[in-house]
């Protein structure tokens, strides 16, 4: 099992940043994809960046250029550091890990978090 915990979400203006961050614990040595997906009301979710165990990453469209993935797998930390942020990606961002490559297929994603709020004001 695997557990994950977002943190980092807040209330911030448009064009401000915020970095989100995703703590796991448990039997991480499993773990080949970890990703994050935002899910706005009245949305389905989408995958918005995810990373492979060999570094490869992916980003959504919407947000290739603002968003950036980093991880410290020494401490099992994953951030999305978002710049430049919009109206657009509000939601509630979730933190999911994956025993097999995922990328944005959220139904390959063994592991998810709570999510932490984000809104961003015109």
């Known amino acids: 099992q695997v557990q994950l915990v977002e943190s980092g979400g807040g209330s911030v203006q448009a064009g401000g940043s915020l970095r989100l961050s995703c703590a796991a614990t448990?039997?991480?040595?499993?773990?080949?994809?970890m990703g994050w997906f935002r899910q706005a009301p009245g949305k389905e979710r989408e995958g918005v960046a995810a990373?492979?165990?060999?570094?490869?990453?992916r980003y959504a469209d919407s947000v290739k250029g603002r968003f950036t993935l980093s991880r410290d797998n020494a401490k099992d930390m994953l951030y999305l550091r978002m710049d430049n942020l919009k109206p657009e990606d509000t939601g509630m961002y979730y933190c999911?890990?994956?025993?097999?490559?995922?990328?944005?297929?959220?139904?390959?994603?063994?592991?998810w978090g709570r999510g932490t709020q984000v809104t961003v004001s015109s």
């Open positions: 990373i492979q165990r060999d570094n490869t990453m």
């Open positions: 448990g039997d991480t040595h499993n773990i080949i994809s």
């Open positions: 999911a890990a994956a025993r097999f490559s995922a990328y944005f297929t959220a139904s390959l994603y063994d592991y």
